[in-house]
């Protein structure tokens, strides 16, 4: 790879078979290959034949194969960026169907612009049938290039050595890590670098029914706090106590208020319990502070 800084490549994945294979597979196939490929896994247990697959990769030096004891995006994402040896780091989800030249227009564009993270263009399914009026109306799946002030997490390249110095990404964003992004992208603004939207380095989301970040319900249907305690948390991380409180007040009215609420009012005093304990989840993280490489490398430190 020529005159373009070196890639690593993290996929964080949980719960996925075949479909994350498929996303290797079409890794392997890329028209510049990236240095390495490591995949940072969270899940328990495998299918025999995914389990098989990923370990023989692995001990022919195709991929490097982490495991993790307990799913976490952003900590997932920590590792991979902790363990990748490449100045660059591309991190893509477990199920996607990747341009060919996706590694290469990434690696050139950093080469190119002087940006610390370039996010690419990431093409859902419902998007297919759309014009391209209502393309380019939504950032991400937009034709046109330009600075952004967020990033989608399934597709997006940071040189690593400010990643690591920003700290990684907050692990206080725990099950579906709702927002994770938009905090990082918070800390990586403020401290003046620039965020570079790429639409030609383009991935198609599968968008897997099972596994990942929809192991942890629909925010419609669900008591558990996963789907809302990562905006609630955002909201403490990014402003002040006064607006903080207002904006989160201001989600949960919002959050009962919806048609599905409307046709189906008996899921209202379950989507109240859902965001009130993810309200209370959000403020009891913020008082503990930001969970950051740096910072958790330091608690450790202080209980040896």
Known sequence: MSNVESVSIVIPTYQRESVLLETVRHLLNQETLANEIIIVDQTLDHDPSTAMCLQKWHDEGVIHWVKLPEPSVPKAMN???????????????????????????????????????????????????????????TVFASSTRRYVNEFMGGNFSIKREIGLKLGGFDENFRWAAYRFEAEFAARLLGSGEKILYEPTASIYHLKAPTGGTRSYG???????????????????????????????????????????????PWFIPLTFIAEFRGFCWSLFLHMQGPRLIQSRSEKGRSHA
């Not at 780091?89 to 690696?107: E, G, K, M, S, T």
């Not at 809302?228 to 009962?256: D, K, N, Q």
């Open 79 to 137: 590792s991979g960026l902790q363990i990748a040896h490449q100045p660059l780091v591309l991190f893509v989800d477990d199920d996607v169907i990747p341009v060919p030249d996706l590694v290469a227009i990434h690696a050139q564009t950093h080469s190119q612009r002087r940006v610390a993270l370039v996010a690419g263009q990431v093409i859902q399914s419902w998007h297919i049938s759309w014009t391209s009026e209502q393309r380019e109306s």
């Open 218 to 264: 629909n925010r419609l249907t669900t008591i558990q706090p996963g789907p809302s305690m990562g905006e609630y948390y955002f909201f403490w991380r990014t402003r002040p106590v006064h607006s903080a409180i207002g904006v989160c007040l201001g989600r949960m009215l919002r959050s009962l208020c919806t048609r599905h609420h409307l046709r189906h």
